[in-house]
C-alpha cells in the first residue's frame, strides 16, 4: 500500500510502497500526463512531475531506500495452514521536497482534466483512481501538520479552478531552496504558508513570473525553459 509521512527535519514527504504500488503509481502518471508536448503550456508542469517519477521508479528499483514491513502474517496463521513465510515485506521509497509534492499534486488536477476531455471518459478508467489517491495522500500528510483552520484555507484553494497553464514552474524551485534554508522549525511553521502560495498564485508569484516571461521573451523561448541560476545543495537533511 502506497503511504507517505514527512521526514524528520520537515524537509519533505517520504514516499514508500512495494515495488507494484510505485510501479502503478508511474504507470499512472506517465498516461496522464502525456508524452512531450502533447499540452504544450503545460510542459513545464509536465516535466516537474517527471522529476517525481523519476525518483520514484528509481527506488522501485531499490536504488533509494529499502525498508522491512510487517506484512500481518502471524506465527499462529503459519501453523494453522502449515507453513513457514517471512513475517515482512519489503518496501521501497524515496524522499521528495514537500514544495515539489504540493506542487504536483496541483497540477495533476490539469492532466486529469486534459486526460478526461483528450484521452479517456470512461468512469472504470484504471489510471484515474491512481492519480486521485496520490493527491489525497499529500493532503492528508500535509493536514497531519498544520493547524486545522489553515488546512481548511489550503483546501479550498486546491478546489479552486486555478490552472497551471503556462506556470513559472521556476518557482517551484525558487520555494523548493527557500524551504531547504530553513531551520526545521522554520519549516513546520512555514508549510502551510508555502502550501499556500503554491495553491493560490498570489502577487509574489505574478511579480515573480513577469520576471520569467521578461527573461524569455529576448531569447523567444517558453517560459519553461528558462533556467533559474540557483543550485540544489548536493546532500538534503531530510
Same mark, same amino acid.
Given at each position: ?6 521526514? *524528520?527535519?520537515?524537509? /519533505?514527504?517520504? @514516499? ?13 502518471? =506517465? ?8 499540452? $504544450?503550456? $503545460? ?8 522529476? !517525481? ?7 522501485? #528499483? /531499490? ?5 522491512? %514491513?510487517?506484512? /500481518? ?17 519489503? =518496501?521501497?521509497? %524515496?524522499? @521528495?521536497?514537500? *514544495?515539489?509534492? @504540493? +506542487?504536483?499534486? !496541483?497540477?495533476?488536477?490539469? $492532466? %486529469?482534466?486534459? +486526460?478526461?476531455?483528450? %484521452? ?16 489525497? &495522500? ?16 489550503? &483546501?479550498?484553494?486546491?478546489?479552486? *479552478? ?8 521556476? =518557482? ?6 527557500? +524551504? ?5 522549525? #522554520?519549516?513546520?511553521?512555514? &508549510? ?12 509574489? =508569484?505574478?511579480?515573480?513570473?513577469? #520576471? ?10 517558453? !517560459?519553461?525553459?528558462?533556467? !533559474? ?10
Amino acid at each position: 500500500m502506497l503511504t507517505m509521512m514527512t521526514t *524528520p527535519n520537515h524537509t /519533505g514527504v517520504k @514516499i514508500s510502497g512495494d515495488y507494484f504500488d510505485l510501479d502503478e503509481l508511474n504507470q499512472a502518471f =506517465y498516461k496522464v500526463i502525456g508524452k512531450e508536448n502533447q499540452y $504544450f503550456d $503545460f510542459e513545464g508542469s509536465r516535466r516537474r512531475i517527471l522529476g !517525481i517519477s523519476y525518483e520514484i521508479r528509481h527506488a522501485a #528499483q /531499490g536504488d533509494r531506500n529499502v525498508e522491512f %514491513v510487517f506484512n /500481518g502474517l502471524h506465527e499462529d496463521t503459519m501453523k494453522k495452514h502449515q507453513f513457514i513465510a517471512p513475517d515482512k515485506n519489503i =518496501y521501497f521509497s %524515496v524522499e @521528495i521536497l514537500w *514544495p515539489e509534492l @504540493i +506542487y504536483a499534486a !496541483i497540477a495533476l488536477k490539469d $492532466f %486529469v482534466s486534459l +486526460y478526461q476531455k483528450k %484521452v479517456s471518459q470512461s468512469i472504470w478508467d484504471l489510471h484515474l483512481p491512481v492519480i486521485y489517491r496520490f493527491q489525497s &495522500l499529500v493532503l492528508d500528510c500535509l493536514r497531519g501538520h498544520i493547524p486545522d483552520s489553515e488546512y481548511e484555507t489550503i &483546501l479550498a484553494a486546491f478546489n479552486q *479552478p486555478a490552472t497551471v497553464d503556462d506556470y513559472a514552474i521556476q =518557482y517551484v524551485d525558487l520555494m523548493n531552496l527557500k +524551504y531547504i534554508g530553513m531551520t526545521k522549525e #522554520q519549516r513546520e511553521q512555514s &508549510l502551510s504558508t508555502i502550501a499556500l502560495k503554491l495553491a493560490v498564485q498570489d502577487k509574489e =508569484y505574478q511579480a515573480f513570473r513577469q #520576471q520569467v516571461l521578461a527573461a524569455a521573451n529576448p531569447a523567444k523561448k517558453p !517560459i519553461h525553459e528558462i533556467e !533559474i541560476s540557483a543550485e540544489y545543495p548536493e546532500v538534503i537533511e531530510w
